[in-house]
């Protein structure tokens, strides 16, 4: 069983001996005889004849290789190995971004003391250009973005763009007091959508 550090798990057993609830336990061992989840028969249930599941188990915070202990007094009744690795299913994250910090975002607008509502911003438009790198280049939480230089500069790019567009009229770009508005392309995406096109899987044409 693979499960993520610090998660909530379940485990089953097939005893083949029915009516054992609220006298069997289970635990957790590192294999080193230290013991990293108490012996416990708090939640385990009968769901079948001799079939008995365990809710509400929580994961050693290290991951590693553990061993699950089922008892019926001393008794042994199985065992199971448990595996806890950052790679294990948990609970829904954000896919990988933002691929930059709110820092360098402040440094581009000019924002070196932004207020409360200025940061929540900030991390809003930062959250909305990483959602849509990772619409434009598919990825998802079985599929993470990977570290790349060129993901951050677009995260970052796109979330300055972003920045502009709520405090201007509608598809113009402020410029400063020395030059006038710069009308936005309608497909304001499309620049982006190139610059990340070495990130592309391209399958060969036979």
Known sequence: MNVAPNSTFEAVIDTGEPGLAGMITVEANDNTSTTVIAPTAAGIIEIAAGVYAAAGLAAPAAGGQYTLIWKHGAEV????????????????VPTGGPYVDISELQRVLGKTSPTAAETDAMNRVLAAAAAEIDWDLGYTVDNPAPASDIVAAVNLERAAELWRFSYSTSGV?????????VIAPRDTWHRHHLRLSPLRVHVGIA
């Open 77 to 92: 009744l199985g065992i199971e190995d448990l595996t806890v690795t950052f790679s294990a299913p948990g609970p829904p």
């Open 173 to 181: 770009l402020p410029q400063g007091p020395e030059l006038g508005p």
